[in-house]
C-alpha cells in the first residue's frame, strides 16, 4: 500500500521558476524544484545521513539502488506496449534532432517527451488517460524524417486518441480488460481471467499464493496460459540485470535476514515461483534493525482493472537517525504523557508503550515509483502475510520535506495566498515544516496507543463515525502536547513559541483550505478531513465569545487568524477530554451527534472562495523527483567511498537512464 496523500497536493507556482541551482550547494540554500510543465513539477531530494553509513552499508545501498533502476523498462512496456517504441523514437529525436528547438512546435513536441518520460509511458500517471502532443502530426512526422526515423505505425498511434484511450479502464460498460491499455493481458477476457485462476486457486490454503501476481495471461494456439515475467521468460534481460545487482548486494547486507530475505527474492526472480515471494517478504518484514531498506519486485495491482497483475517498482531508503531519535524519545517517555494528558483519570492507561514509527530517506526510485513516489509505504500487501508476521510502515521524510520546501520556493503559494500578515508567514517558515513533522510524530508514536476503554465497552461502539473520531483523538492528542514545556524540556521543541504556526496552520487548513480537494456542492466525507474540522470548528465555536480564532476579511478575502494560543490549548485539551469519554465510554450518540453538527457540511460561500483562490494560484497539481547520483570514488583500483551527487536536469536524467538502464 501506499500513501500518496502529497502527490496530488504538491504547492508551487509556475511563475517564478528558474532551474538555476546555487553554486555552493547546502542544506540551507538547496534549490528544490528542477523542472515544471504541463500539470507537473519535477523536484529532488537530498539524502540526509548517507555520511554516516559505512562503506560497506554505501555499497549495500549502491547495489540495491542499482537493481531498483534496472527495472525501468519492464514497468514501461507493462503499463502499455506501444509505450518502449514510443520512448526510443522520442529519445532518438532529443538527441539527433538538428534542426530549430526554438520554435514553438519544438517546444510543444518537448513538453510531450517529458510527459511521457514522466508518466512512463503515454497515458498521464495519475488520471490514467492518453497524453496527445500538442504539435501538429505532419510536424512531428518531419522531426522523425530528420533523425530517420519511419515507423508510421507509431506516428499513427501517439496522435489516434481512440488508441488504448486510458492505461486502465474503469468503464462499466465492455470487457475492461479489453479496455485497458496495460499489457497484463493478451486476447483473454475478464471471464477467461476469471476461470483461469479460479482453477488455481485452493480456498483451503491458510497460506494463499497471489497467483496471477508476476505474469501475463495470454491466448493463442495452445490456450490460456501464463507468460511468467522471470529470469528465463518474459522481461528476462531486465530481471537478470536486477538479480546481478541483488546478488552483488546480498554480499555485503547488514546482517543474515537481510541475506536470506535477497537470497529468497533472487529465487523467485529466477523462478518465478510465488511461494519464493512469499518467504522473501516474510524476511523482509524481520528486517527492522538494518539501517538500509528496499522495496523491489511486483508488488502494487492498482493497475490492472481486475487487480491481480502488480506493476514493478523499486525504491531505497535509509533510515533517518534524526526523526528515529525523536520518535525513541517519546515513546521512552510515553508514560509521562499518558498521566498528564487532560481526560478524565479512569479513561487513562496505567501502563502505556510508545510506539518508535520507522521514519526514512529515500535514496533511490525507480519503476512505478519514478518520478510521481510515495510519501509513505506499507507492506506487504499480502494478508495472511501482515496477519501472522506483521507489516512493515515506513514515512518518507525527504520526500515530504521536498514538497515543502519546493513550494516555499514559490513566490504564491497556499500560505501566502491563506496566512493572514507577513508575521505568520515567517513564523510558519521558520518551524512550520518541523512542528508538523513532531505533530504526526505525537499523533503516531503516542495519540492512537493514549487512553483505554472501561471494562465491556466494544472497540468498535462508535460505528461508521469511529475513524474520523480516532483520528481527532490522535490529532488533539499532538496539538494539545506540541505546545507543553515538556517537549522544549525533552530538546524536541526548540523553544516555547515554536508550536505556534501548528496552531495557526492546523485551523486555517481545517476550518478553510482543506476544502480546495472537495468539488464544490459536495459534503466533507474522507475520515482524515472530517477530523480537521471537527476540531476545528468546535473550537472556533467555543472559543467565539473571546475571540480565540477570529475570521477577518481584507478586500473581499476571508481569512482565520488565531488570537490567543493559549486559549486555543486549553480547548484542544478540552475537546480531547470529550472526545475520550466518547470513545472510553462508546457514547455513539454523542460521537455521532459531533461529527455531524462540526464535520460534514462545509459553508457554500467558503467552499467557492477557496477554490476560486486556489485555481488563481494556477499551482501544478502533481509533483514527483528525479535521483541523485550515486557515484563510486575509485582509487588505485579499489572503491573507497559512494557519493551523493545531486542532479539538476530533468531531460538529462531520463535520457541517461534510457541509455545505462535499457534491458528491454
Ligand atoms: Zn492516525
Redesign the pocket.
Known amino acids: 500500500m501506499r500513501i500518496i496523500v502529497k502527490a496530488i497536493f504538491a504547492i508551487a507556482s509556475a511563475a517564478a521558476f528558474s532551474a538555476c541551482v546555487p553554486k555552493k550547494e547546502t542544506a540551507e540554500n538547496f534549490k528544490y524544484t528542477v523542472d515544471q510543465f504541463a500539470d507537473i513539477k519535477v523536484m529532488r531530494y537530498r539524502v540526509p545521513g548517507w555520511e554516516s553509513l559505512s562503506l560497506k552499508q554505501k555499497e549495500y545501498a549502491y547495489h540495491l539502488a542499482e537493481a531498483a533502476k534496472y527495472g525501468r523498462d519492464i514497468t514501461w512496456d507493462q503499463y502499455c506496449r506501444w509505450n518502449l517504441p514510443v520512448r526510443h523514437l522520442l529519445e532518438n529525436i532529443i538527441e539527433n534532432y538538428k534542426g530549430d528547438r526554438k520554435s514553438e512546435d519544438y517546444k510543444n513536441f518537448e513538453i510531450y517527451a517529458k510527459r511521457v518520460f514522466f508518466s512512463n509511458g503515454v497515458h498521464h500517471h495519475y488520471a490514467e488517460d492518453k497524453i496527445l502532443p500538442a504539435c501538429p502530426k505532419e510536424y512531428f512526422s518531419s522531426l522523425m524524417e530528420a533523425v530517420g526515423a519511419s515507423e508510421e505505425a507509431l506516428l499513427d498511434f501517439i496522435y489516434d486518441p481512440s488508441a488504448y484511450p486510458q492505461r486502465r479502464s474503469t468503464s462499466t460498460q465492455g470487457d475492461i480488460v479489453a479496455l485497458s491499455a496495460v499489457n497484463f493481458y493478451d486476447n483473454v477476457d475478464r471471464k477467461m481471467v476469471d476461470d483461469f485462476y479460479a482453477a488455481m486457486t485452493d480456498p483451503s490454503d491458510p497460506e494463499p499464493v497471489s497467483y496471477g501476481l508476476n505474469s501475463k495471461l495470454v491466448r493463442d494456439s495452445s490456450g490460456v496460459h501464463e507468460l511468467v515475467w522471470k529470469a528465463d521468460g518474459l522481461y528476462g534481460s531486465a530481471i537478470s540485470k536486477i538479480c546481478e545487482e541483488l546478488a552483488k548486494a546480498q554480499e555485503v547486507a547488514e546482517n543474515e535476514i537481510q541475506k536470506r530475505a535477497i537470497g529468497y527474492l533472487i529465487d523467485f526472480y529466477r523462478t518465478g515461483d510465488l511461494r519464493l515471494w512469499d518467504r522473501f517478504n516474510v524476511e523482509w518484514v524481520k528486517d527492522t534493525v538494518g539501517q538500509v531498506d528496499f522495496i523491489n519486485g511486483f508488488i502494487e495491482d492498482y493497475d490492472d482493472p481486475l487487480g491481480r497483475k502488480a506493476t514493478w517498482e523499486g525504491y531505497v531508503d535509509i533510515k533517518d537517525s534524526a526523526a528515529s531519535a525523536r520518535t525513541e524519545i517519546l515513546s521512552s517517555n510515553a508514560q509521562w504523557f499518558e498521566d498528564n494528558s487532560p481526560v478524565d483519570p479512569r479513561f487513562k492507561k496505567a501502563h502505556v508503550k510508545g510506539v518508535s514509527a520507522r521514519v526514512v530517506n529515500a535514496v533511490a526510485l525507480g519503476g512505478s515509483c519514478y518520478p510521481s513516489t510515495p510519501i509513505g509505504i506499507n507492506l506487504p500487501n499480502a494478508d495472511w502475510i501482515r496477519k501472522e508476521h506483521g507489516s512493515k510502515s515506513v514515512t518518507i521524510a525527504n520526500i515530504t520535506h521536498a514538497y515543502d520546501k519546493a513550494a516555499e520556493e514559490a513566490p504564491k503559494s497556499m500560505l501566502t495566498e491563506f496566512a493572514w500578515d507577513q508575521n505568520e508567514i515567517d513564523a510558519y517558515k521558520k518551524y512550520g515544516d518541523y512542528d508538523d513533522e513532531v505533530h504526526t510524530d505525537l499523533?503516531?508514536c503516542l495519540?492512537?496507543g493514549s487512553g483505554q476503554l472501561l471494562p465491556g465497552v466494544s472497540s468498535t461502539a462508535l460505528g461508521e463515525y469511529q475513524s474520523a473520531l480516532?483520528?481527532a483523538r490522535?490529532d488533539l492528542f499532538g496539538l494539545y502536547f506540541i505546545a507543553d514545556p515538556k517537549m522544549v524540556e525533552l530538546g524536541i521543541m526548540k523553544d516555547p513559541e515554536a508550536y505556534k504556526p501548528e496552531y495557526a496552520s492546523y485551523i486555517r487548513n481545517g476550518l478553510f483550505t482543506q476544502f480546495v480537494r472537495v468539488e464544490l456542492g459536495r459534503q466533507n466525507t474522507e475520515a482524515h478531513m472530517q477530523n480537521r474540522k471537527l476540531i476545528a470548528e468546535w473550537c472556533y465555536e467555543h472559543g467565539a465569545a473571546s475571540k480565540v480564532i477570529e475570521k477577518k476579511i481584507r478586500e473581499g478575502k476571508t481569512y482565520f487568524v488565531v488570537n490567543d494560543y493559549e486559549a486555543l490549548r486549553g480547548l484542544f485539551g478540552q475537546l480531547l477530554a470529550e472526545i475520550q469519554r466518547i470513545k472510553s465510554e462508546g457514547d455513539y450518540a454523542s460521537g455521532k451527534a459531533l461529527i455531524e453538527k462540526y464535520a460534514v457540511d462545509i459553508d457554500p460561500a467558503l467552499h467557492k472562495e477557496v477554490r476560486e483562490r486556489y485555481e488563481a494560484l494556477n499551482l501544478k497539481p502533481y509533483g514527483g523527483f528525479i535521483n541523485p547520483d550515486i557515484v563510486p570514488v575509485v582509487k588505485d583500483g579499489k572503491t573507497v567511498d559512494y557519493e551523493i551527487v545531486y542532479r539538476d536536469d530533468y531531460l538529462g536524467q531520463m535520457l541517461e537512464y534510457g541509455k545505462k538502464y535499457k534491458t528491454l
Open positions: 499523533h503516531e495519540g492512537h480516532e483520528e490522535a
